[in-house]
């Protein structure tokens, strides 16, 4: 005999026929909190995944309304904190200057609500300790845009280095290099300790770095040593915290004021592993735009990688040196999956943002960050905010100091 059922009960069929997804399979419902720069690319990442995009704020109730047109999102919320909390939203996407991001994360977790932050995760290293914990308590998967993971030739790099391919790490060191800020005509809420944190360079691309390079390499940075200058002491001030365009100067009508955050690091580091490192962080270096390079030698092979060249990574050896090129047919189990284009047809940043929110995402549906390799979680935020407090300690007071260990 047949068992009678319910249109949709257990069949998944509504009654004219189509199939009715069940809740693992709906889209997940993402919202967006500032809609800059990298706001649009979280955008433009969320519907790549197959997400909704269902609401945007921004300053004010006109610029939300003005970017949920811009960006195609279903609704604007007047006020951050609504968009944070509201019973419509799965995941909520922080994209907004330095300042905001804590009390928003912790908003959003007490409301049960998946996280995706932006880096800096917090402007010190405790609050993101504690926003660290409150994620594992409400048992949610938050995240952190550290991106740059999400090459497929740093995941080669990674594989390579767990492996042993180039030997036991000897050397590490590096640089990330901009030049948007290079002139004192060059105004952002970056330059502005109250709105991004006491650092800025570092905090800002340094960060990048430093998790990049303990992500490939599967080691720690143990104690810093760090130099900070700044080296335009006084810039206009544009008032307000809406962006400029990067690279586009401010002028008429500006005022001027004291500049207290650094436009350029440098630090010697060693690691938990005993190897020893130096990176070069700058904002005012002229031509020079993403620079981010790091270098692992080992003692059997050197590997360089460039993220303005992210299609191939050098492998140097003492015999001959190769250059190895984005081809998922040909790279190691862990990287292939993110070469998701024929080789020759380049990736690049947007495609890392693409991985980055689908992996977060894959982690929701999963049940948890553990589920996905390699994903960026509050504790990797809240690593860089240690590390970024112990390089200004370091610098203020012309000492080594330690990165506390988790
Ligand atoms: N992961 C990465 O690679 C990456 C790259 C760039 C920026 N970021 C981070 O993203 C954040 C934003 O940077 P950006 O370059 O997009 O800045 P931006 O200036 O381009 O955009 C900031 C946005 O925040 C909005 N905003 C300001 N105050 C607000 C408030 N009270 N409520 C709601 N929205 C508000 C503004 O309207 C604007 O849309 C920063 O924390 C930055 O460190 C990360």
Redesign the pocket.
């Known amino acids: 005999m047949s068992k009678i059922t319910a249109v949709g009960e257990t069949t998944g069929t509504l009654p004219d026929g189509r199939h009715q997804p069940d809740e693992a399979e709906r889209p997940l419902r993402a919202a967006i ?9 979280h955008a433009r990442a969320v519907r790549r995944v197959g997400a909704r995009l269902v609401g945007v ?4 109730p006109e ?2 309304r003005a ?1 949920a047109r811009r960006l195609g999102a279903e609704d604007a919320f007047d ?2 904190e609504v968009l944070a909390t509201s019973p419509d939203v799965d995941v909520v996407h922080i ?4 300042h ?2 804590a009390d928003l994360a912790a908003m959003a977790l007490a409301a049960g609500k998946h996280v995706v932050c ?3 995760l917090a402007v010190d290293g405790a609050t993101a300790r504690r926003l660290t914990a409150a994620a594992d308590a409400a048992g949610r998967v938050a995240t ?5 993971r999400f090459y497929p030739l740093v995941r080669e790099a990674r594989a390579r280095v767990a492996a042993g391919a180039i030997g036991p790490v000897r050397l590490l060191h590096g640089n990330y290099l901009q030049d948007w800020l290079a002139t004192e005509d060059d105004d ?3 330059v502005d300790a109250e709105l ?1 944190g006491e650092s800025r360079a570092f ?2 691309i340094g960060s ?1 770095w430093c998790d990049l390079v303990e992500f490939v390499c599967g080691d720690r940075l143990a104690a810093v040593c760090a130099e900070a200058v700044t080296a335009v002491p006084e810039r206009v001030h544009a008032a307000g ?3 400029h365009a ?1 690279a586009a100067p401010v002028t008429a009508g500006a005022s001027r004021r004291t500049v207290t955050t650094e436009d350029i690091t440098v630090v010697l580091f060693r690691t938990v592993g005993g190897v020893a490192g130096s990176v070069v962080i700058s904002q005012v270096s002229p031509g020079r735009k993403n620079r981010l390079q790091f270098e692992v030698a080992g003692s059997e092979a050197t590997l360089f990688f460039d993220q303005e060249q992210p299609e191939s990574l050098w492998v140097g050896r003492r015999t001959s040196s190769e250059i190895i090129v984005r081809d998922g047919a040909h790279l190691a189990p862990a990287a292939a999956p993110y070469a998701v284009l024929p080789p020759g047809h380049p990736q690049g ?1 947007q495609d890392c ?1 693409d991985a980055f929110v689908g992996d977060t995402y894959r982690a929701i549906r999963a049940g948890g960050a553990g589920a996905v390799d390699g994903l960026p979680t509050f504790a990797d935020g809240a690593r860089a905010a240690d590390i970024t407090d112990a390089v200004m300690r370091s610098a203020k007071g012309r000492t080594w100091e330690e990165v506390p260990q988790p």
């Open positions: 909190v500032g809609t800059g720069f990298i706001g649009e690319v704020a921004a300053s004010t610029r939300g970017a006020e951050a994209c907004t200057p330095n905001l991001h932006e880096k800096p952190v845009p550290f991106v740059y952002n809420w970056r991004a905090a800002d990048h915290t809406e962006p990067f940043y943002f």
